[in-house]
Structures are given as C-alpha cells and as structure tokens.
C-alpha cells in the first residue's frame, strides 16, 4: 500500500474553514459555560481541538495505490478506481514550476484525465531533511507499485538526472 496524493486548494481552504470553526465554538463554549474568566483556557482548548479536526481531515485526505485497486479518499467519502483505467504514469513540470507525478486515466470524470500523485519542488541537491527524505520514499514506493503493474512511465531527461545524481534514484530498465 502507498499514500500519494495532493489536497487541492478548495480542500485546504474547507479544512482550514472547519478546523478555525471548531476552535471559535469550543472557545464560546467554554466561556458561556465558566464565565469570562476561562477565555484563555476556552482558547488554548479551541486551539487544541482545532488542531485536532485538522489532522484527522488531512490525515483521510488521501490516495491510495493497492495492489487491488487505487482508493481516492476524502474524510467523506472512498472511491475505488480499477488498475485498467491507468494507461500510462508521467514525471513533468507542472503549471506552477514543480515536479508531478501524475497517472493519465482513460474514461471518467477525473480534470482533465489524470490523478496527480505528487507534487514536489525541483530536486536541486541531495537529501537534507525529513520532508525531503519523506518525499524520496514516496517516489520510491510510486516507482515501485507502477513497474509492478507493467504501466509505463515517462520522465522528462532533466527529472530523471537530478533523481539520479542528486537523491540516488535510477531511472527506471526496460
């Protein structure tokens, strides 16, 4: 099982949305409940349990290659999409200059008939950190479920040399 996926911003914006509301009425809350005296602690709770929706909304947010099927989940709802809709992977620049890992789909309701599976930054150096490294595994992982599947790869030649030289990734023998 790998976890890919990318929150698009109307997402990002719901979760920032609830999470801020679940803050605001937990604050109220505790001030309507213990006077004006707990506002700081009717925050510090808000804060706390807004937090919390956060991380569990982001947490769910996700797809999810199987060796079944891909899961495209929301904290609504889960959709399997079958292996045979996936004709092909790409590794290109997208239209805001980062790296996209994306399967071209046949058939569906998908934008623009593709399911982007990552988004990076140009890789200009070697691994230095934890989002780095994280980021690494998962093209790894990806890399590794689609050679399973037979599904074809392209990588632009700039893509597949910084992989190479700068995080030890080899492009893909046929």
Not at 21 to 47: D, E, H
Not at 70 to 98: H, K, M, N, Q
Not at 139 to 155: A, D, F, S
């Amino acid at each position: 099982m790998v976890r890919a996926g990318v929150v698009p911003g109307r997402r990002i914006a719901l979760y920032i949305g609830i999470g801020l509301l679940v803050a605001v009425l937990l604050c109220l809350l505790v001030v309507a409940v213990f006077g004006l005296s707990r506002v700081f602690t009717g925050a510090l709770a808000g804060v706390v349990a807004g937090g919390a929706v956060l991380v569990a909304l982001f947490a769910r947010d996700a797809i999810v290659l199987t060796d079944g099927a891909i899961y495209l989940r929301t904290p609504w709802r889960e959709t399997p999409l079958d292996w045979e809709r996936v004709v092909a992977g790409r590794f290109t620049l997208d239209d805001r200059e980062r790296w996209s890992l994306a399967l071209d789909l046949a058939g569906g309701d998908e934008q623009h008939g593709e399911l982007v599976l990552l988004s990076i930054p140009p890789v200009a150096g070697p691994v230095s950190g934890a989002y780095d490294l994280r980021k690494r595994e998962q093209v790894n992982e990806i890399r590794e479920m689609l050679r399973r599947k037979k599904i074809p790869v392209t990588l632009l030649p700039e893509i597949a040399a910084a992989l190479s030289t700068h995080w030890k990734i080899a492009p893909p023998t046929r």
